[in-house]
């Protein structure tokens, strides 16, 4: 079993940044891969990032390429969302999730956070 759980989120204004961190407990987190997805209420759950085993290969959403750069540190057990020149639609709840497959499919994962709110006024 994974326990994920994600931090970082708050209220920014639009064109600021945050940094999300999600920290893993249990299993081998290197095996894992990592993905970060969001949800606005009334809206399904989309697919914002994620990154392999070996950071090397990363892939992201067309909405937030150039601005988010997800990072893994397995000796931390952590992977992060770090997100720069913000908009107001990037609000949303961001999750973290760990799957040994991944892919850009929230359902397809097998460990999910909570999730941690991110609200960007304009």
């Known amino acids: 079993q994974v326990q994920l759980v994600e931090s970082g989120g708050g209220l920014v204004q639009a064109g600021g940044s945050l940094r999300l961190s999600c920290a893993a407990s249990?299993?081998?987190?290197?095996?894992?891969?990592m993905g970060w997805f969001r949800q606005v209420p009334g809206k399904e759950r989309e697919f914002v990032a994620v990154?392999?085993?070996?950071?090397?290969?990363?892939d992201y959403a067309d909405s937030v390429k150039g601005r988010f750069t997800i990072s893994r540190d397995n000796a931390k057990r952590s992977v992060y969302l770090q997100m720069n020149s913000l908009k107001p639609e990037d609000t949303a709840v961001y999750y973290c999730?760990?799957?040994?497959?991944?892919?850009?499919?929230?359902?397809?994962?097998?460990?999910r956070g909570q999730g941690t709110q991110v609200t960007v006024s304009s």
């Open positions: 990154i392999r085993r070996s950071s090397i290969s990363t």
């Open positions: 249990g299993g081998s987190f290197s095996r894992y891969v």
């Open positions: 999730a760990a799957d040994r497959i991944g892919g850009r499919t929230y359902e397809g994962y097998d460990y």
